[in-house]
């Protein structure tokens, strides 16, 4: 009888094909992702774009060192009113009037403007909030211009990055009262319009007791 073509290919091909194309199969879905990001990027990935500087001379780098360590250029200056602020000669501020601004686009820089945030909001909100940006920024100038009260000036003990990137950065600022108790205010920095600006969002960030102080980075004046 004759054979047909499909006839005359041996059974231990289409075994080997079929072999070979579940081991690709395998491999491909061993390539698929799973799962969310680590904690690790959430504090920045390594194949993030480099930073631009800002526009108004500060500069931009990509170290990330302050993330785990405090900086140590950190120079602190007080305020008319009694409040003690850093400032640094390559994170800034470059401006010291009428609010500090122009922060170095880096990570250090955002956490040096994420401390006069903190700063200003009490020290200086009629100057500072205009600045402001995000859903809440509004309702926060609102209720602060309003709020004519005279504000308990606080030491700044350390911080805490809870994220970033060159855009956006989460730091808890840690703080303390002339009673001794300890504070924290989470601040959102975003890069906006060339320098680091405080971002609220629609919920308004309220300052939170803190009792595990061994989370933060110890960062205060001497």
């Known amino acids: 009888m004759q054979q047909t073509p499909h006839?005359?290919?041996?059974?231990?091909?289409?075994v080997f094909l079929y072999i070979l194309g579940l081991i690709v199969l395998a491999i491909l879905l061993f390539m698929?992702?799973?799962?969310?990001?680590s904690p690790v990027e959430h504090l920045g990935s390594p194949n993030q774009a480099a930073a631009e500087p800002g526009t108004c001379g500060a500069g931009a780098s990509a170290d990330k060192t302050v993330l785990k360590t405090a900086p140590t250029d950190t120079q602190w200056v007080t305020t008319e009113s009694g409040w003690i602020g850093p400032v640094s000669q390559t994170a800034g501020p470059v401006v010291e009037s009428p609010i500090r601004s122009c922060f170095e686009h880096s990570a250090q820089g955002a956490l040096y403007a994420s401390a006069w945030a903190l700063i200003h909001v009490n020290d200086s909100p009629e100057a500072y909030l205009p600045t402001v940006i995000g859903p809440g920024a509004e309702q926060i100038t609102k209720d602060r211009l309003q709020d004519t009260t005279t504000?308990?000036?606080v030491r700044i003990m350390g911080y805490r990055y809870m994220s970033y990137t060159p855009?956006?950065?989460?730091?808890?600022i840690l703080f303390q009262t002339p009673s001794g108790t300890y504070r924290y205010f989470e601040?959102?920095?975003e890069w906006h319009n060339g320098d680091w600006a405080l971002w609220v969002p629609a919920e308004q960030p309220q300052v939170t007791d803190e009792f595990a102080k061994d989370k933060y980075v110890t960062w205060t004046a001497a």
């Open 7 to 14: 006839s005359s290919i041996p059974r231990g091909v289409y």
């Open 32 to 37: 698929v992702p799973r799962g969310g990001a």
């Open 151 to 153: 504000r308990t000036v």
């Open 167 to 172: 855009e956006r950065a989460i730091i808890r």
């Open 187 to 189: 601040t959102t920095m």
